[in-house]
C-alpha cells in the first residue's frame, strides 16, 4: 500500500511534448511508472517517447487515465486543471511554478467542488518508492519503506528522504505539495491519507514559514491522528517581510513565523527538530 | 509587487473607488501650479514611497500656503524617509503627491487580502480607522469585520449590508459601500492583486465615503498578463542587490551575517541559513539558484554574494536531483575562476554524482573545501568567518 499513486497508476501527461514534460516523462518511464500518454493541443495523433499524444484531455479518456500530470507553463495551468478535472480525472499533480493566486482561487474551489485531489502547483510530485514517479524528484534516493513524507519545498523534501533512506527506513510515499499561498492539498489531506495507510509508520512533515498551514495541521494532528508526526519547519533564520523564495513563503505581519509554528506543533504532540539535519535519526528513535 | 499610494489611487479611480484627484510635484517650481489646479486654500502633501508610518515622520503634512509647499518639497525631494517600516537608510523621495483637504467626519478600515485558509478574497472592515490593525486585532478582536468572496459567485449585496451595519453606516452611506465593495472586489480581480488596504476609509463631514489612503500589493506571479501595472515597477524603492538577483532569475534576500549562501531550492536554502545559525554562525543571505545550477548562474550568483562586504565565506550547499552534481562542480570551478573568488568557499554535494563532484573539486586546485556532510561543512564555513 502506499497513498495516492501505485504501479498501476494510469498517468497522462499535459504538455507532454515540451522539453520539460520530455525530460521528466523519460525518467518517471524509466522508473517503472505507467505512463499512457500525453496532451498536446495540435500535435494529437502521434508519438511521443513511444506513446501516443491527443489534443485534448477528454480525446486520451479512451486510455483511461486516473492520474494526470501537469508541465504545461503557468499561465496556462488553470486551463489545463479544469481540463483535466472536467473529464473527471480524480488525481492531478501540478508541477510548475508561477500559476497566479487568483487562478488558484478559482482552481482550488472548483476541484473541491468535484471531489478531485490537486497537488501543487510549484512543486516536486509524488513518489511512490519502487511503483510510479509522478514528478521531478530523483528517483535513486528513495527507498521502499514505512516513512510517509509530506513537504511544502522540493530540495527539503529530497532532504528527508536521504536520511530516511540512509538509515534504512524508507518511504511509502512522499509528496511535495508546492510552495504556493494557495496549493490544490494541504499538509491536513496528506496527514488523513497516510494516517489510513497501513503501510506508514510514521509521517515526517517539512514546513516552511508564511501563511497557517502548519498550525492547521498541528490542530488536526492532536485531535486525528494517531501516527508518530515528525516535523521541520524551514526558515527560523528568515526576516519579516521578505517572501523567500516560494510564493508562499513570507512572514506578513509578525504572522506565520516558524518559531510560532514550531511551538504550535510541539504542543499538538509532533516531534519538532529544530535541525534538519536530524530529521531522520529523531524519526528512528521515535518508533524505537 | 507594490505600487506608490499615487499609483495605487489611479487604478482606485479606473476602477471607480472614491479618491481625491491629486498633482504629483518632484521639484518646488511644481508646487504652486499643483495647489492652482488642486484649488481650495489647504492642502495635504504626501511622500511617495513604499512604507507606512510617513506620517509619523513628517512626511504627510497639512499645508495652507506655497512657502511651506515649496519648503515640504525642498526638504524631501532627493532625501531619504526613514519610518518604523523602513531598514535605516529608508526609502528615496522622488515625488511627492498634492491632494485637497478634506474634513473628517469618521476613520474607518477597509481592506481585501488572499485569504489562503479560506481559499478567498477576504474583505476585512472596521470602525476603527486610521490606526494599526494588526493591534486591533490583537487587543479588540469583536471590532473586526470579515466578509469571505467566493470567486466563484463573486461579491454578493448581503454581505456588503452585513458590513454596512457592523459600521453604523446610513442608507445612503450603505448605498455607497455596495459600490465600493463590489469595485474593490473586481478591481482586486482584474488587476491580480495581493493585497489592497484603504486606511483610513473616511465619512467626510458631507457624509460621503472617499478613500483617503491606497496601499497596493500586485501578485508578481501575474505580471505576465498585468503589463500596465508591471509598467509601474519602481526600483528606486528595492533593494537593488534583489533587483539585480531577480533580474537573473536568482532568488536572493540580503541579511546581517557573514556567511553567504548559494542553495538549490527555496526551502533548502532556509534550511542552509538554519543550519549556519544552528552551529552559531550568522548567514549574509538567502540565494536560490534553481534547479539548473549552470556555470552562468553559479558565476552570476557568486557576483551577487560578493557585492555585500560582510561576506568572508561562501557555503554552497547543493543537492543533485536530476541535475548532476559533477556537472555542478564543474560550474562551480568555472565560476571561481571567472570571478576570481578571493575568499574561501565550502562546497557541500549531495545526491546524483556527489561523489565525482567532490573529486574534481578538491582536484581543482583552488580555495574550495569540499564536505559532503552539511554539518561538517557548516562548521567549516563558520570556522573560516571567525
Known sequence: MSILVNKSTKVLVQGFTGSQATLHSEQSINYGTNIIGGVTPGKGGTEHLGKPVFNSVAESMELQPNAALIFVPAAFCKDSILEAAEQGIPLIICITEGVPTMDMLVVKNKIDQLGITL???????????????????????????????????GTLTYEAVKQTTDLGLGQSSCVGIGGDPIPGSSFIDMLALFNDDPDT???????EIGGNAEEEAAKYISNHVNKPVISYIAGQTAPSGKRMGHAGAIIAGGKG???????TLQSAGVHVVDNLLEIGIRTQQVLD | ??????????????????????????????????????????????TQVHAGGRGKVGGVKLIDNIEDGIKFTNQWIGKRLISKQTDEKGQPVSVVMVEPCIEIEKELYLSAVVDRSAKAISIIASGEGGVNIEEVAETNPEKIFYEKIDLIIGPQPYQARRLSEAL???????????NLFKNLVKMFVDCDMSLVEIN??????????????????????????????????????EDPQECEASNHDLSYVSLDGNIGCMVNGAGLAMGTMDTIKFYGGEPANFLDVGGAATKER??????????????????????????????IAEGIIAAVKETELVIPIVVRLEGNNSKLGSDMLQKSSLAIESDNDLENAAKKAILLAE
Open chain 1, 119 to 153: 497537488i501543487g502547483p510549484n512543486c516536486p510530485g509524488i513518489i511512490t518508492p519502487d511503483e510510479a514517479k509522478l514528478g521531478i524528484m530523483p528517483g535513486d534516493i528513495h527507498k521502499k519503506g514505512r516513512i510517509g513524507i509530506i513537504s511544502r519545498s
Open chain 1, 201 to 207: 509508520d510514521a509521517i515526517i512533515m517539512v514546513g
Open chain 2, 298 to 327: 553559479v558565476a552570476k550568483a557568486f557576483k551577487i554574494i560578493l557585492n555585500d562586504p560582510k561576506v568572508k565565506v561562501i557555503l554552497v550547499n547543493i543537492f543533485g536531483g536530476i541535475v548532476r552534481c559533477d556537472l
Open chain 1, 257 to 263: 513565523t516558524a518559531e510560532d509554528k514550531m511551538k
Open chain 2, 200 to 237: 483610513p476609509l473616511i465619512i467626510t463631514s458631507e457624509g460621503h465615503l472617499h478613500c483617503l489612503d491606497a496601499k497596493v500589493n500586485l501578485d508578481s506571479n501575474a505580471l505576465f498578463r498585468q503589463s500596465n501595472l508591471a509598467n509601474m515597477r519602481d526600483l528606486s524603492q
Open chain 2, 168 to 178: 453604523h453606516l446610513d442608507a445612503q452611506q450603505s448605498n455607497e459601500f455596495w
Open chain 2, 1 to 46: 509587487m507594490n505600487l506608490h499610494e499615487y499609483q495605487a489611487k489611479q487604478i482606485f479611480a479606473d476602477h471607480n473607488l472614491p479618491v481625491s484627484k491629486n498633482f504629483l510635484v518632484t521639484n518646488s517650481k511644481e508646487v504652486k501650479k499643483a495647489f492652482n489646479v488642486i484649488g481650495g486654500d489647504k492642502w495635504v502633501m504626501k
